[in-house]
């Protein structure tokens, strides 16, 4: 019997959905939301029955009848760490979502959705890999400074879903497998994938790692002290050197890869080409450094996200680092796809839903 399932991914203006029969999408819909609308709203979870009604209004539009689903799942949001899976909306899952225990951000409403309107016609809900899956082995916590450990906040729902694709389309078991897994967009996190889990990542928010379109990644830790006791910058406009305004956005102006291609490639700008070069160049030392941490057995590189259709720069990571292991493909970042695909695993026995 084949599968429907509603999609939940909110964001800050906008709620996107999709549905889908098995991995086949029937449709799918950003619904965006003014400044004006939102700002209605306190807090994050006071926006819930506003984007419910949207939701529901759309499938009646769409003559989507929404007791045909069989599933509906959301984008997990700022939960305590927990390993990577599909766990079920339970109440105490529900609980931390709408308390928002690490933040509060857009995506604690996914789950908090889907509960609500899965309830409401009696089938199961489910969120998939959130940003705080957490998996680290316990050395790699240890940053040198004991108040500040490292942390494991990266693009767990497209780095496992890509690495379950290769092991599928390779006829191999996912925990059987060590992988070098790099996602590029907005962000950048690399991450070594051993026997099923993410033992070591960089922080693709605030932490460290290669710089990217919008973030500044690991900076020179005493210069930056001196930046923020200098006077000449508050708390919040330090943090958005760091996440926003970092990256290709301090340098170029931009936060879009193809801008910067055309600056490089077209137009012949030095700067942009040195740019995107050490981009390249701080991207490989992060594969690297989790070569390392896999001690050289590396069953394959995987490389994702939405910078993976720049053919410049996966060229360029390939021959600094196609001696690590094989490389494979997999561009864009197809998160409704992934949340589905979680759904599945369950829904066919692939995998266990497990429990917050």
Not at 91 to 97: E, P, Q, S, V
Request: aromatic share 6%; with cysteine; charged share 25%.
């Amino acid at each position: 019997m084949s599968v429907k399932s509603l999609i939940i991914n909110p964001g800050s203006t906008s709620t996107k959905i999709g549905v889908f029969e098995d991995e086949t999408l029937l449709f799918e819909e950003t619904l965006r939301h003014s400044t004006e609308e939102i700002a209605r709203y306190a807090s994050i979870v006071d926006q819930k029955d506003f984007r419910k009604d949207i939701i529901v209004n759309l499938l009646k539009e769409k003559n989507f009848d929404i007791n045909s689903l069989h599933v509906v799942v959301g984008r997990g949001g700022m939960l305590k760490p927990i390993s990577g899976g599909t766990y079920t909306v339970s109440d105490d899952l529900l609980a931390d979502l709408k308390v928002g225990v690490q933040g509060q951000h857009a995506s604690n409403l996914g789950g908090i959705l889907a509960r609500e309107i899965a309830d409401s016609i009696g089938v199961p809900s489910y969120i998939v890999d959130p940003v705080v899956v957490d998996e680290l082995m316990p050395q790699a916590r240890y940053s040198g400074v004991p108040e500040l450990p490292r942390v494991s906040i990266f693009h767990a729902l497209n780095q496992k879903a890509v690495a379950k694709r290769y092991a599928k389309e390779t006829g191999k078991a996912y925990d059987s497998l060590n992988l070098i897994v790099v996602h590029m967009g907005g962000g950048v996190s690399v991450g070594a994938h051993k026997a099923g889990k993410v033992i070591d990542v960089f922080n693709a928010l605030d932490g460290d790692g290669a710089f990217s379109p919008e973030r500044a990644g690991g900076v020179p830790s005493g210069a930056l002290i001196k930046m923020c006791f200098s006077g000449e910058y508050t708390q919040e406009q330090v943090y958005k050197k760091v996440v926003g305004n970092g990256g290709f956005n301090a340098y170029l102006g931009t936060n879009d890869m193809r801008d910067v291609d055309k600056m490089a490639d077209e137009d012949g700008d030095e700067k942009a080409k040195l740019i995107r070069d050490a981009f390249v160049l701080q991207v490989a030392k992060d594969m690297g450094s989790m070569a390392c941490v896999l001690e050289g057995r590396i069953d394959q590189i995987i490389i994702t996200g939405g910078i993976a259709y720049d053919k410049y720069v996966v060229e360029a990571l390939k021959q600094k680092t196609g001696w690590i292991a094989p490389v494979t493909v997999y561009p864009g970042e197809d998160e409704l796809l992934a949340l589905a695909q979680g759904a599945l695993r369950v829904l066919n026995g692939e995998e266990k839903a497990m429990t917050y």
